[in-house]
Nanobody
Framework: QVQLVESGGGLVQAGGSLRLSCAASGSIFSFDVMGWYRQAPGKQRELVAAITRGGRINYADSVKGRFTISRDNAKNTVYLQMNSLKPEDTAVYYC??????????????WGQGTQVTVSS
């Protein structure tokens, strides 16, 4: 059994900051890729940022320069530091973790989501 539990969401004014955390527990010792997705009402889920076990990082263009993703491999935890938040960042943020993403045995795990609301 694998669980991903997010924390750190909340309501913040535009220009403010939040830090999201996602702690993984269960039978998986480590994940090849961990990242964050978000989904606003009426919109499709989109990738925000992802980081590999070796530290390679991809960001969505909309958050480059404002968000920073990091992970602690020893703790199986991924973080998302969000600065200079904008109202358009408002969404439910989901933690994601993948094993063997380039094979037919790939598995995809999701957290339950944490709400981030940015007021204007």
């Amino acid at each position: 059994q694998v669980q991903l539990v997010e924390s750190g969401g909340g309501l913040v004014q535009a220009g403010g900051s939040l830090r999201l955390s996602c702690a993984a527990s269960g039978s998986i010792f480590s994940f090849d890729v961990m990242g964050w997705y978000r989904q606003a009402p009426g919109k499709q889920r989109e990738l925000v940022a992802a980081i590999t076990r070796g530290g390679r990082i991809n960001y969505a263009d909309s958050v480059k320069g404002r968000f920073t993703i990091s992970r602690d491999n020893a703790k199986n935890t991924v973080y998302l530091q969000m600065n200079s938040l904008k109202p358009e960042d408002t969404a439910v943020y989901y933690c994601n973790a993948k094993t063997r993403p380039d094979s037919i045995w790939s598995r995809d795990y999701w957290g339950q989501g944490t709400q981030v609301t940015v007021s204007s």
